[in-house]
């Protein structure tokens, strides 16, 4: 199906801006759409060939299934979101592709046989994936209407974030209270989902007080100072920010929201204060509460000396948190993997043991296809952010700039999380990569994200109706012979 | 609103950047150094991915590697004669690391050597699977086994060494009591922990896993004579063995009003050097320390290789001869008391040294490391350390080391037909000479021609012997010809 000409029209490519006559790009998606089905299944294949010199059985229905995923995903988007950024899906399906392979693969390894089969069931959270994103796309019709659920997403948001804490629903899995156990079901990680309805709320509530909060200032040392009262929404996130990390202690989904907020308030309001004021805000945060909360220590400390922390590990020191090797061995990963890596299915990365399909999944990736398949990874998501911002940027209305830079922000701010802090850069969070960690949470709500910023997109770049309701007119317009 | 939009986007740009930049640190700038790590468990998966090199002994490996299942390790080490060789070999465990030979030639033994890397190469492109190379060692399989045998009906802890003056080839490496690496070279929690556990010290207190050859220093008692013998030699002091010394009886240390004490009562007035070797006389090598003063003794001391820690690549620990001390400490430690303090390794060199006519060679164990192919990748060559006494001088203490043995207290070590010289030792130890004390014997045998091919030196500690009974002309001697007689043998 991949081998229709894509004919690129050799018209300019700067389409989302100038949106007027722009070509809507679907079938560059279905050819790209095709790699990133393709890619996948040799990978697949190779994992296969690697660990029992034979082809997996499982190759075509893995194959097809994927490829029915994208198959789906494509035939929406051409239907109802037709002018809908080209690479978004293509980035998202191969991300997701990898992901499963990968942890296909360590279902494979003894030394992780303790653990459930995980692949079968994260095929099956994509598919709910793909759903969300189907039904997303067809019933969004605008992004708009979003606007008019401004309060209510804050409500939804706040109590997606509370559930965790609530007796009996919420799970301390290694320190961090970020998940809900559902009986029979599993474990849910509300906070993703809450990830889409702040920035819902933020852009809904900031579109309303922008002017407020932009031009009421004072000039002070070359800063715009907002008035007090205008402080308060800022006070008010940063103080659930805290809140979180105190109580679920989990820093990263706190840095997560507090950025977020940062982000779009400085984009709102244009006032470089904001920045200002939340990267001071935020380090007071993280550094108060890290000095009484015993998990966050020692994640720093882990950090700092992931060795020690591997020492403590393996000599078995008590002494009320939880020490793991899980950092060191991750960067050993890492470090063994090399320049090529080893080829996937020939790394030990298993050696992290618990969350290595999941939190620390990149460095997989890292032992088995090296610093360049990192690398090309960590540009699949560069790539995903630089298109969420440009649908930012294209999208003509402020709710839909705001909402599409909050989400592509908050995108972005977590793969920096999750990836600095697997590679030792940052803290570890407990936090999954999107598309590619094992979690049902996380993937469904990532392609959700996905369906509004191709909504967005849609809207953004879809010709501007003609200035006479002629449907003649339109229909010219739209059925162009490439 | 699109200003600040575009700065986000670089801010996100640099967000990826700072990742793609951290990425490059720890997977090419410190890969290696990760990848390399102590504690990274890929190390010893790949130390035991393939059958390991063997170490080998008289043309024979005394190991093996063998097939494993149920781990993330391929193969297993195993021995033959584990406890006997233990002090050779070392050991390499998947659970516990590596020692010694095991650990020191690691680099052959997994072929991961650099001098490996052109084979290693080939062999990947035919698709032949990697595989260690072989370290071959000086060791006399017959000689090994008088001494672990020795040692081992004698029933106390104590320790061998014997070389092969002429190069410094080590001969015999025995360490009593011993254990059996293959015990424990597994990972299995329950046998190889428990194996493991069994032989530490704190469990043990026999410490079978110290290995006593190179790692322990006794006090060399009168075994040390040889070397005071020596010194007054080389100094001139005396220049014959059988001229009367200046030596009144009782002799008062200098500086006390102690007298030096004989071991009963022996023709030691003024005795000449030969009769006070042959009879052991305190008094005689007490007064030519004091004589002679802490910095000429030390001066010889270390000639002989004391205060420096030996490698043979195995390290054997420094054998203590003290730098500070007044004529009378100087005078105990002459006689192998006080602060004296030497290995095996070391006694056996002064011996080999002796027999060699002067010359100290550097003791070694490591002859040959090999690729699998039998080629030859690097030979030790032998060398000279130094030489502490004058080839003439040399045969002088030979002559009386000979007496020792032939009217002396080492007449145990008599070998018909084979000329040897040596020398008892019996020193005691702890609080008021409370313990019991260790017995010594160190020799060396001598053909024809007048060049030696082997030198020994046995110690032996005996918590069930009676004190009386322990004297190294009567537990330790004996080992020591059998060790000689089967290198003799074994040359025939």
Redesign the interface.
């Known amino acids: 199906m991949s081998g229709t000409n894509t004919s690129h029209s050799p018209q300019h490519h700067t389409s989302t801006i100038g949106a007027i006559g722009a070509p809507s790009r679907r079938n560059t998606e279905l050819a790209l759409l095709a790699f990133a089905v393709v890619i996948p299944v040799f990978a697949y294949a190779n994992v296969g060939l690697a660990l029992n010199d034979s082809v997996p059985p499982g190759l075509l229905s893995y194959g097809l299934g994927l490829g029915l995923l994208a198959g789906i995903g494509h035939l929406v988007v051409r239907k109802f979101a037709p002018y809908a950024d080209p690479l978004m899906l293509p980035l998202a399906t191969l991300l997701n592709g990898l992901g499963l392979v990968v942890i296909w693969r360590l279902d494979q390894s003894k030394r992780l046989s303790n653990y459930a089969e995980a692949a079968p069931r994260q095929l099956l959270y994509s598919a709910m994936g793909v759903a969300l994103l189907a039904v997303v796309v067809i019933f969004l019709k605008d992004h708009r209407v979003l606007q008019r659920y401004t309060y209510i997403s804050m409500a939804g948001a706040l109590f997606l974030l509370i559930l965790p804490l609530v007796p009996g629903l919420g799970a301390n899995i290694y320190g961090a209270k970020i998940w809900i156990k559902i009986p029979g079901l599993g474990t849910l990680q509300p906070g993703e989902f809450a990830k889409i309805a702040l920035a819902v709320f933020f852009a809904g509530y900031l579109m309303v007080k922008r002017d407020a909060l932009a031009l009421a200032s004072r000039r002070f040392m070359g800063l715009y100072l907002p008035r007090g009262r205008d402080l308060g929404p800022i006070l008010v996130v940063w103080v659930i920010s805290i809140l979180i990390l105190v109580f679920e202690t989990d820093l990263g989904t706190s840095l997560l929201f507090f950025g977020m907020f940062v982000i779009m308030l400085y984009v709102a309001t244009e006032r470089t204060s904001w920045i200002v004021f939340g990267l001071l805000m935020s380090a007071v945060g993280a550094v108060g509460v890290a000095s009484f909360e015993p998990h966050i220590q020692t994640r720093v400390q882990a950090w700092l000396d992931p060795m020690r922390e591997f020492e403590l590990s393996r000599a078995g020191v008590q002494d009320g948190v939880v020490h793991s090797e899980q950092a060191m061995q991750a960067l050993w990963a890492f470090g063994s993997g090399g320049t090529l890596g080893t080829g996937l299915g020939q790394g030990n990365s298993d050696l992290i043991g618990f969350a290595a399909n999941s939190d620390f999944i990149l460095a997989t990736f890292g032992e088995e296809l090296g610093l360049a398949g990192v690398m090309a990874i960590l540009l699949l998501y560069g790539l995903i952010i630089e298109r969420g911002v440009r649908t930012a940027l294209a999208a003509r209305d402020p709710f839909g700039k705001l909402l599409a830079i909050g989400l592509s922000g908050a995108f972005g701010l977590q793969v920096f999380v999750v990836a600095g802090g697997v590679m030792g850069l940052i803290p570890l969070t407990g936090m999954t990569l999107p598309f590619v960690a094992y979690g049902g949470s996380s993937v469904i709500a990532n392609w959700a994200l996905i369906g509004i910023l191709l909504r967005i997109s849609d809207t953004a770049r879809r010709p501007a109706p003609a200035p006479a309701a002629n449907p003649d007119a339109e229909m010219t317009q739209v059925v162009r012979p490439s | ?9 670089i ?3 640099l ?2 950047l ?3 930049i ?3 640190w ?3 700038v ?6 390399t ?1 102590k ?4 190390v010893i ?1 790949e130390r035991y991915a393939s059958p390991r090199g063997d170490i080998i002994v008289d043309g024979q490996p005394i190991t093996g590697s063998t097939e494993t299942s149920g781990s ?1 390790f391929k193969f297993k080490r195993t021995y033959k004669d584990g406890p006997m060789w233990a002090p050779v070999t070392g050991y390499a465990s998947q659970a516990f690391g590596a020692t010694q030979l095991e650990s020191i030639e690691d680099g052959i033994l997994t072929g991961n050597d650099d001098r490996l890397f052109f084979r290693n190469t080939l062999d990947m492109l035919t698709g032949k699977k990697q595989e260690g190379g072989n370290v071959v060692t000086t060791l006399n399989g017959a000689a090994q086994k008088a001494a672990y045998n020795g040692l081992k009906k004698q029933g106390g802890k104590g320790a061998v060494v014997a070389l092969e003056p002429s190069t410094g080839r080590i001969l015999a490496l025995a360490s009593y009591p011993s254990y059996d690496p293959s015990s424990f070279a597994g990972n299995s929690t329950t046998t190889d922990t428990e194996a493991w556990q069994k032989l530490q010290k704190k469990n043990n207190p026999d410490d079978p896993m110290l290995n006593r050859a190179l790692r322990e220093t006794y006090p060399p008692g009168s075994t040390f004579k040889v070397l005071t013998a020596a010194a007054a030699l080389e100094d001139g002091l005396y220049t014959d063995p059988n001229q009367k010394t200046n030596t009144p009886l009782p002799w008062i240390m200098p500086g006390t009003t102690t007298p030096l004490k004989n071991e009963g009562n022996i023709p030691c007035k003024n005795a000449t050097l030969r009769v006070a070797l042959q009879y052991s006389c305190n008094t005689v090598f007490g007064k030519i320390g004091a004589d002679l003063g802490n910095d000429k003794m030390l001066d010889m001391a270390k000639k002989f290789g004391f205060t420096e820690e030996q490698f043979t690549p195995v390290r054997a620990n420094a054998s203590v001869f003290s730098d500070d001390m007044n004529d009378s400490q100087t005078a105990l430690s002459s006689i192998g008391q006080f602060n004296t303090a030497a290995t095996p390794l070391q006694m056996a060199m002064v011996a080999s040294a002796v027999a060699n006519d002067g010359k100290l060679m550097k003791p070694y164990m490591v002859d040959e490391l090999q690729a699998r192919s039998v080629d030859t990748l690097e030979r030790t060559e032998p060398e000279e350390l130094s030489q502490p006494l004058s080839s003439e001088n040399a045969q002088k203490l030979q002559s009386m080391m000979e007496t020792v043995v032939d009217k002396g207290t080492g007449s145990n070590a008599k070998i018909p037909g084979v000329t040897v010289g040596g020398k008892t030792g019996t020193a005691q130890h702890g609080v008021d000479n409370s313990e019991n004390p260790y017995a010594w014997f160190i020799s060396y045998a001598k053909g024809d021609d007048g060049s030696s091919p082997v030198a020994v030196a046995v110690v032996i500690e005996d918590d069930n012997a009676v004190r009386d009974d322990i004297s190294g002309g009567g537990l330790a001697a004996p080992i020591a010809r059998n060790v000689m007689e089967a290198v003799i043998d074994s040359k025939k």
């Open positions: 609103m699109n200003k600040p939009l575009r700065r986000i986007a801010f996100c740009g967000l990826v700072a990742l793609l951290r990425d490059n720890i997977q090419y410190q890969a290696d150094e990760l990848r790590d504690n990274n468990r890929r998966i993330d």
